[in-house]
């Protein structure tokens, strides 16, 4: 059955960071695109930033521009979001998803999702 799983989120201070995984298994990473979401209290679940299947090309939004990187293994079924100078405006639950086609910020089109991942910037 295909599942993603999120780890590694947490409490950290503003200006720390944040290394986020995302695992999948039951299905073939290498043929999937694989993007961030994020969704704080009372807001839309938006996306962060997206890496083609082969990990060819990148794509951040303006708010992860900078800070974030993301990377893939397909070898290891693995996809890593590191997030640096975090602000208490990052505070979100991070979800990770794929997709068969390109990179796109609609999320609609991501057909596996995982359960997502706390991550809390506050001192």
């Known amino acids: 059955q295909p599942q993603l799983v999120e780890f590694g989120g947490g409490l950290v201070r503003p200006g720390g960071s944040l290394t986020l995984s995302c695992e999948a298994t039951?299905?073939?990473?290498?043929?999937?695109?694989i993007g961030w979401f994020r969704q704080a209290p009372g807001k839309e679940r938006e996306s962060v930033a997206c890496?083609?299947?082969?990990?060819?090309?990148?794509f951040y939004e303006r708010s992860a521009e900078g800070r974030f990187t993301i990377s893939r293994d397909n070898v290891k079924s693995l996809v890593t979001l590191v997030m640096n100078n975090l602000t208490p405006e990052d505070t979100a639950v991070y979800y990770c998803a794929a997709q068969e086609n390109y990179c796109s910020s609609y999320l609609s089109l991501y057909k596996y999702w995982g359960q997502g991942t706390q991550v809390t910037v506050s001192s």
């Open positions: 890496i083609s299947s082969s990990g060819g090309r990148t």
């Open positions: 039951g299905f073939t990473l290498e043929y999937y695109s």
